[in-house]
């Protein structure tokens, strides 16, 4: 058996953890405790050329290719961000490259978040994804350059 779950069961799990809150307000606080349970990104990271582009907080973003898949670490200054953060790499991390290109994320849309974030952070919230799935895509295509 696999031993990573696939995206749309990783979804699920979210979503139905968002369902036990009844308001905004606890699943703030619940975004928020998501992302005080990140891991720290070691400084090594926390460069310039890791910056994801198109966020109004400072985000960092690596990604690592190993045995097929596609290893996420990030950090933020900003806890909501943080908390955001974390739910694409619980979601995205240690999929294949494949898998992350071609999903749609359905859980940000499924638990309301869209609709709750302010633009700014929307925009930022799809930055980070955009930027996610160019590292599956270069991981993807020099992948694909190596076996040819």
């Known amino acids: 058996m696999d031993e990573h779950p696939n995206i749309k069961d990783i979804e699920k799990e979210i979503a ?3 369902s036990l809150f ?3 307000d606890d699943k703030y606080e619940y975004i928020i405790d998501l ?3 990140l891991p720290p990104l070691e400084d090594q990271y926390k460069k310039e050329e890791n910056k994801v582009r198109g966020c109004q907080s400072t985000v960092w973003l690596v990604a690592d ?3 097929g898949r596609i290893f996420y670490k990030a950090e933020s200054d900003s806890v ?3 908390g955001l953060i974390s739910m694409l790499v619980r979601v ?3 999929q294949p490259p494949e898998e992350i290109i071609n999903t749609r994320l359905e859980f940000i849309r499924e638990i309301g978040m869209m609709t709750h974030l302010a633009q700014t952070r929307s925009n930022g919230l799809l930055a980070m994804v955009k930027q996610m799935k160019n590292y599956a895509l270069a ?3 020099k992948n694909e350059g190596v076996q040819k």
């Open 16 to 18: 139905d953890e968002f």
């Open 80 to 82: 909501i961000v943080k």
């Open 65 to 67: 290719y190993r045995d």
């Open 22 to 24: 009844d308001n905004w």
């Open 35 to 37: 992302g005080k349970k």
């Open 139 to 141: 991981y993807k295509l």
């Open 92 to 94: 995205l991390s240690g």
